[in-house]
């Protein structure tokens, strides 16, 4: 049985984002994120420099640092010597992404059981009014984009929560990683609604203060989003249980 939403502020899902997903999410029209798409696309190699990146964006030296400076405190870029920069590895082969969840499902549970786990009410009130509202919506009026956005918003805050002070700064970083570089893919509505129903369910484990079971229970549901990956969905593989909406 669900928990009553909250009377707080209704915001899009499109918008929803915790405090530790900031820098990129306003980014727009930026040279930080133009540099970000052009690594993403493939124009630009791993390795830059900065008088490389202003020849190629005529940009001033002071707008390309800044723009590196925001890179780099989301883990995006390194630097590898006091003029080049590495770009870190994005989401953007099978074998990455293979490797994120793989990075997630040792570090996600613990974030939940490490001593100190502490949530924001508020927050986690407004997460579950997105996503119930958000399931409230017909089929073929939910966006895979936005669940995206709200997805690494729910996982943000399972980090921010963790009382372990080098789980929350990896896993923060990680899915700013996975908002920013992460490709849209077309999913099926019911697998939306699924990945979405695991998350409250989470929430209510969590709320109950069982933080074990919320443990577990993410670690099924990282299991599941492997099977939900977009090139398996012509597969005809269901996830495990749950097979129906929610």
């Known amino acids: ?37 052009d690594r993403a696309e493939r124009r630009i190699t791993d390795v830059q420099s900065v008088s490389a990146l202003m020849r190629r964006y005529d940009a001033p030296r002071s707008s390309v640092l800044n723009a590196i400076k925001i890179l780099n405190s989301d883990g995006i870029v390194i630097q590898q010597t006091s003029r080049t920069w590495v770009f870190q590895p994005i989401l953007d082969t099978p074998n990455a992404q293979d490797e994120s969840l793989a990075f997630r499902l040792t570090m996600e549970p613990q974030a939940i059981v490490a001593p100190g786990f502490r949530m924001d009410s508020q927050k986690i009130g407004l997460l579950r009014q997105q996503m119930e509202e958000f399931l409230e919506r017909p089929d073929g009026g939910l966006s895979s984009a936005a669940f995206l956005h709200m997805d690494c918003a729910f996982h943000s805050f399972i980090a921010e929560s963790s009382g372990n002070r080098f789980i929350r700064g990896t896993l923060l970083a990680h899915q700013r990683l996975r908002l920013t570089t992460q490709k849209d893919h077309s999913i099926p509505d019911f697998r939306l609604r699924q990945s979405l129903g695991e998350h409250l369910d989470i929430l209510d484990s969590l709320e109950r203060m069982q933080r074990q079971l919320a443990a577990d229970q993410m670690i099924v549901h990282l299991r599941r989003s492997q099977i939900r990956k977009p090139r398996t969905v012509n597969r005809g593989i269901l996830p495990p249980g749950r097979e129906s909406a929610r």
Request: proline share 5%; with cysteine; charged share 25%.
């Open 1 to 37: 049985m669900r928990m009553p939403s909250t009377g707080l502020t209704r915001i899009a899902p499109e918008r929803i984002a915790t405090d530790g997903m900031s820098c990129l999410d306003d980014m727009e029209g930026s040279l930080a994120e133009r540099i970000l798409s």
